[in-house]
């Protein structure tokens, strides 16, 4: 059994920072990756970036030099920074995970950036 639970969001003004954390439960031995996606109303879901099991990592380009993943494997948590946001930050974030060739999805958290 494995889940993943959201945390971090909320509101925050443009050009704030925010830092969300997944951390995940149950009997994780390894993964093929682990990543967060987002999802803005009336928008299809899509992915921000993703750090493999070997610590390499890649960002949308919308993301990118503002947004930072990392991982603390004795705590079984994944983080993402949020530097500089923007408006169109505004979504609900999910951390997802791909164990043994099967996906696991957060609850999300919404995240909204407005003044």
């Known amino acids: 059994q494995v889940q993943l639970v959201e945390s971090g969001g909320g509101l925050v003004q443009p050009g704030g920072s925010l830092r969300l954390s997944c951390a995940a439960s149950?009997?994780?031995?390894?993964?093929?990756?682990m990543g967060w996606y987002r999802q803005g109303p009336g928008k299809a879901r899509d992915l921000v970036v993703r750090i493999t099991s070997g610590g390499s990592s890649n960002y949308a380009d919308s993301v990118k030099g503002r947004f930072t993943i990392s991982r603390d494997s004795a705590k079984n948590t994944m983080y993402l920074q949020m530097n500089s946001l923007k408006p169109e930050d505004t979504a609900v974030y999910y951390c997802n995970a791909w164990i043994s060739g099967d996906a696991y999805w957060g609850q999300g958290t919404q995240v909204t950036v407005s003044s």
């Open positions: 149950g009997s994780i031995f390894s993964f093929n990756y």
